[in-house]
């Protein structure tokens, strides 16, 4: 059986900007899960980031599934709040157009439709940002419309955009502090079997 008290759930895209120390932050967490889209499965090694590392530490579930197996959680209650950091444009661009067509961006809409909090550490907050390549740090003018996308995803009931890493910090602590932990009760079985495809092949196990 899986645990009782409720997860937080934490979406990870194709991006480096502050990666590393977004996942400290993550796999810092009592009972957080670990959501990759197929895009931050790519560039993990580009940043020194072992797949089979983060299992280890943390369940992991992958973009395998074309429905995107894993978000039916949401409707068992078992996640309180979902954390998507580092977020793309191409990911903020989905979420604010209400597009779900990926584990990440269905993890957004399944978090709204379900009234789960939602923090997104967005990649493309100023008109001009420095940025970490798999190489050496970089200096990017994220698109007006990329800066658009942000703020509508911003201004969406039950969403909080975050513009640094030290913000995500502040509002992950302050969201635990307060976060509910009710009793889940019959409902609440093997979902590791349910959703089992889900994981995709070699899916994570650690049961922090």
């Not at 590392?53 to 992958?62: E, F, H, I, M």
């Not at 074309?66 to 309180?80: D, E, K, R």
């Not at 200096?139 to 640094?164: A, C, F, N, Q, W």
Request: glycine residues 10%.
């Amino acid at each position: 059986m899986q645990d009782v008290k409720p997860r937080l759930a934490w979406g990870i895209t194709g991006s480096g900007h502050f990666l590393k120390e977004s996942l400290d932050i993550a796999l810092s967490l009592p009972h957080c899960d670990l959501f990759l889209s197929r895009a931050a499965e790519e560039i993990l090694p580009m940043y020194g980031i072992s797949l089979n590392g983060l299992k280890d530490r943390a369940r992991v579930y992958r973009d395998t599934t074309a429905s995107s197996v894993p978000v039916g959680l949401f409707y068992y209650g078992h996640y309180h709040t979902v954390v998507i950091a580092p977020a793309t444009s191409n990911t903020v661009a989905k979420c604010a157009l209400g597009l779900s067509d990926s584990l990440i961006s269905n993890l957004f809409a399944q978090a709204g439709k379900t009234r789960v909090p939602i923090y997104l550490y967005a990649c493309d907050t100023e008109p001009e940002m420095d940025t970490e390549a798999p190489k050496d740090w970089v200096k990017v003018y994220p698109r007006p419309i990329d800066l658009e996308y942000t703020r509508r995803v911003g201004e969406m009931d039950g969403v909080t955009v975050l513009h640094s890493v030290e913000a995500l910090q502040i509002a992950v602590e302050q969201r635990l502090r307060v976060a509910p932990t009710p009793t889940l009760g019959d409902v609440h079985r093997d979902l590791d079997t349910l959703i089992g495809e889900g994981r995709g092949e070699g899916g994570g196990d650690g049961r922090r």
